[in-house]
């Protein structure tokens, strides 16, 4: 089993930015790739950033490419979302997650795969 424990949302005007962290443990946490999806009122769940068990690969949507840059600390078993210029459309609850398989060698951006995730983190952004 893996615990994953979000931090840093809160409100934000546009065009401020935010830090996100993902605190993992209960297990290894360097084999996994990570994600970071997020969840706005009445809709569906959203793929934001995922990062590959060595860190050195990286997948983002489009309405977030060039803003958003996920991160990894394996030593700290923790992995970080920095969210720039941020819109108000950004406003949601942002989930960590870890691949439910080690080792895998392609970047899932869907929620399946994902086995593990945390209680989600508020970010509300002001226009």
């Known amino acids: 089993q893996v615990q994953l424990v979000e931090s840093g949302g809160g409100l934000v005007q546009a065009g401020g930015s935010l830090r996100l962290s993902c605190a993992a443990s209960?297990?290894?946490?360097?084999?996994?790739?990570m994600g970071w999806f997020r969840q706005a009122p009445g809709k569906e769940r959203e793929f934001v950033a995922a990062?590959?068990?060595?860190?050195?690969?990286?997948r983002y949507p489009d309405s977030v490419k060039g803003r958003f840059t996920i991160s990894r600390d394996n030593a700290k078993n923790t992995v970080y979302l920095q969210m720039n210029s941020l819109k108000p459309e950004d406003t949601a609850v942002y989930l960590c997650?870890?691949?439910?398989?080690?080792?895998?060698?392609?970047?899932?951006?869907?929620?399946?795969?994902?086995?593990?995730w945390g209680q989600g983190t508020q970010v509300t952004v002001s226009s």
């Open positions: 209960g297990r290894t946490f360097s084999p996994y790739n």
């Open positions: 990062i590959s068990w060595g860190g050195g690969s990286t």
């Open positions: 997650a870890a691949d439910g398989s080690a080792w895998r060698y392609s970047i899932l951006t869907t929620s399946q795969g994902y086995a593990y």
